[in-house]
């Protein structure tokens, strides 16, 4: 125990050290602190380097985390702060994160983000997986320089509302595992996104214009179970997807645009009652899949309608209407003269000259 807390404190003093020559070889391998050089060269400082370093503190049992106000915290770039049994970060640390480009936060006991992590402009990865997040601050939408977000295995109910806004430049969105209900409107803004992992959540339903997501290669939105009945027709515009996963939900019909989609390579629907694509199509494989929707969109699988009978050539053929046979001067009643125009209302001789009873009895109508 005691070998412990002496190892956290000089993991800890590490973090003020910055001089020039390699790190000092340790007997723990948990102990070394990893140092790279990111060159930031201007053009007018042409030998001028910027050294970033790496720090790793993972694993190290830690229920809080120390602020010592002399670290240079600007020195690094990345973070990794995962299996720890943190409960929350100090607002002032991560406030002076300036140049952090990746923070790793899984696997701890954190019950909030602090609200300054929106001071991390330079941020591109996060990943806050394996605690027990209840939300995520507002403030994160000014981590615009955002590439991959990973907050699975939370208890998420819902994301910012204008989170798909202001992260343009996010690639990469992880949310399986939680509790949401509905993603945000905004989601369909995030034109840069490549993945969108929401499996295992409550989703009822999903953003309708994801037409916009131009460069999504994978969705998955599967085991949502009893929630997720519907897909919207926009997701056979996502020009890009090549691998789609609804498997285990309601759904019993799959929108015909998926037939569209010629880059797909990858369809899961096992565990929904479809109807359509009916099971036998569905157990072809994804091709078969593609061309039945297709048919569908043209038209190839929609039962043709009835023809309406004709019952006027019905009488005809069965002889009870015999009015072909009729001499013309006694077929005048039927048509109109051209030097006449009929009432909008009907007047009752023409009612009644196209009555059933005589319609139906015509040689008594007709008998002189």
């Not at 690639?171 to 499996?199: E, F, G, M, Q």
């Not at 565990?271 to 994804?286: A, Q, W, Y």
Request: hydrophobic share 35%; charged share 25%; net charge neutral.
């Amino acid at each position: 125990m005691l070998y412990e807390s002496q190892e956290m404190r000089m993991r800890m003093e590490l973090i003020g050290r910055h001089e020039e020559e390699e790190p000092v070889e340790r007997k723990s391998r948990r102990t070394r602190r990893r140092t790279t050089i990111i060159s930031n060269v201007d053009e007018d400082e042409g030998d001028e380097e910027e050294r970033l370093e790496i720090m790793d503190l993972s694993g190290m049992s830690m229920d809080f985390l120390p602020v010592n106000p002399t670290i240079n915290l600007g020195a690094f770039s990345k973070l990794d702060l995962s299996n720890n049994n943190l409960q929350s970060i100090p607002e002032s640390l991560t406030a002076r994160l300036l140049n952090l480009v990746e923070l790793d936060m899984h696997s701890n006991q954190l019950n909030s983000i602090p609200n300054s992590i929106g001071c991390l402009s330079k941020l591109k990865v996060l990943n806050i997986s394996g605690n027990v997040l209840l939300s995520l601050p507002k403030t994160i939408e000014n981590c615009r320089s955002l590439e991959e977000l990973k907050a699975n295995f939370n208890m998420l109910t819902h994301l910012p509302d204008t989170i798909g806004f202001e992260l343009i430049n996010l690639k990469k969105l992880c949310v399986n595992s939680n509790k949401i209900a509905h993603l945000p409107y905004s989601t369909s803004h995030l034109t840069n996104l490549r993945v969108l992992d929401a499996r295992l959540n409550c989703l009822r339903a999903l953003p309708d214009d994801l037409e916009n997501l131009i460069n999504l290669e994978i969705l998955n939105v599967s085991q949502n179970f009893q929630y997720l009945a519907m897909l919207p027709y926009s997701v056979g515009f996502l020009i890009s997807l090549h691998e789609l996963d609804v498997s285990y939900n309601k759904i019993t019909k799959l929108p015909d645009s998926i037939g569209c989609l010629k880059k797909l390579q990858k369809l899961s629907v096992e565990g929904n009652p479809l109807v359509s694509p009916p099971p036998d199509v569905v157990e072809k494989g994804i091709h078969s899949v593609k061309q039945y929707l297709c048919e569908k969109i043209n038209g190839m699988h929609e039962k043709s309608p009835k023809k309406k009978s004709n019952w006027f050539g019905k009488l005809a053929r069965c002889s009870t209407f015999n009015g072909a046979n009729i001499p013309r001067d006694d077929r005048e009643g039927f048509g109109v003269p051209s030097n006449r125009t009929m009432d909008t209302s009907a007047s009752p001789r023409f009612m009644g000259m196209l009555s059933p009873r005589r319609l139906l009895s015509p040689k008594t109508y007709f008998s002189k």
